[in-house]
């Protein structure tokens, strides 16, 4: 039973690269998040989606786009990467309550 | 809209010594309070949560919190900490059950000494 799983654990990109975050859960919860973990800042969310086929902006949207592919998977998109987007990234999905959370992606962006 | 407010960054305590971390909210209405632990390049784990009812409630790892409204507090509380309890802890608020759009704390890193 892996829970919540994201790829990569690791990765350093240069200003104005693009990735993909990839994140998949194997526990059929219908929500899924996505968070960004920063020192001083805590926890703030991204983007989410409550359903297959559904997203929405949460606290700090800009530079990043969201795909939720089907009910397993919900991926974040860095188009043009800044340094302002170094940071450990989460993924958590819920049934209703409590969040399921990923360990992480640690991203350096130079 | 909701915040939280974690006063202290950072807290060391002896083994065997009681622990309270200290969490105020802010919002309107009775909120939807928890208490996740992160350890070192780990997620985040639930320790417990309150929705209504009893306002103190029992969470994983002998852990507990009590949702003070007058104080729009939720502390988190142990009688006696052990070594493996260093770690940093979040406090987080959310609004509308089924939807963990959560608000965090800025999270207080614990560290135990022998």
């Known amino acids: 039973n892996a829970g919540v799983t994201q790829t990569p654990k690791f990765q350093v990109l240069k200003t104005g690269q693009s990735m993909t975050l990839q994140c998949a859960q194997d526990m059929n919860h219908n929500s899924m998040y996505w968070y960004r973990q920063d020192p001083g800042m805590g926890l703030r969310l991204i983007y989410y989606?409550?359903?297959?086929?559904?997203?929405d902006k949460g606290e700090v949207p800009n530079g990043y786009n969201v795909s939720r592919l089907n009910k397993r998977e919900f991926s974040l998109r860095l188009e043009s990467a800044a340094p302002s987007q170094t940071s450990v990234y989460f993924c958590a999905s819920s049934p209703n309550s409590p969040l399921h959370f990923g360990n992480g992606t640690r991203l350096t962006v130079t | 809209a909701q915040s939280v407010t974690q006063p202290d960054i950072h807290i060391t305590v002896s083994e065997g010594a009681s622990l309270e971390l200290r969490c105020n909210y802010s919002?309107?209405?009775?909120?939807?309070l928890f208490w996740y632990v992160q350890s070192p390049g780990q997620g985040l784990q639930l320790l417990l949560k309150?929705?209504?009812?009893?306002?103190l409630v029992q969470g994983i790892k002998g852990f507990e919190a009590e949702f003070k409204r007058s104080q729009s507090s939720f502390n988190l509380r142990k009688p006696s900490v052990h070594w493996s309890d260093a770690a940093e802890y979040f406090c987080?608020?959310?609004?509308?059950?089924?939807?963990?759009?959560?608000?965090f704390g800025t999270g207080t890193r614990l560290t135990i000494i022998p």
């Open positions: 989606s409550a359903s297959e086929g559904t997203t």
């Open positions: 309150y929705f209504s009812g009893d306002t």
């Open positions: 987080a608020v959310g609004v509308d059950f089924g939807n963990e759009k959560l608000t």
């Open positions: 919002y309107g209405a009775t909120p939807y």
